[in-house]
């Protein structure tokens, strides 16, 4: 079992940055893919970005690409999210997630919510025009 929890989430103004943190316990960190979702109100939850076990392939949504960084410290058993620009629209609650694909699972089926066991409680990030 493997419990999740999120930090750094607050509010900024557009054009400022954030970092999340997801702090894992239990399981074997170092072997799960980790990944942020992120849901605004009324709004579906929504892949933003995932980071493979080894740390060596990432992907993001093309909303923001360019912007934010997804990584992983898997000593700390931390992964990360630097937002920079923000925008209004990336207002939301961002959710870490994990799951143990396997290594040839492909990026399409990584990057949908629905194939992740694991979740954290939420942060949330609001930015102000």
């Known amino acids: 079992q493997v419990q999740l929890v999120e930090s750094g989430g607050g509010l900024v103004q557009a054009g400022g940055s954030l970092r999340l943190s997801c702090a894992a316990s239990g399981g074997t960190f170092s072997s799960y893919t980790m990944g942020w979702f992120r849901q605004a109100p009324g709004k579906e939850r929504e892949f933003v970005a995932t980071?493979?076990?080894?740390?060596?392939?990432?992907y993001y949504a093309d909303s923001v690409k360019g912007r934010f960084t997804i990584s992983r410290d898997n000593a700390k058993k931390t992964v990360y999210l630097q937002m920079n620009s923000l925008k209004p629209e990336d207002t939301a609650v961002y959710y870490c997630a994990a799951h143990d694909f396997p290594s040839w699972q492909s990026a399409g089926y990584i990057q949908d919510y629905r194939n992740y066991a694991y979740w954290g409680q939420g942060t949330q990030v609001t930015v102000s025009s």
């Open positions: 980071i493979r076990w080894s740390g060596g392939t990432a």
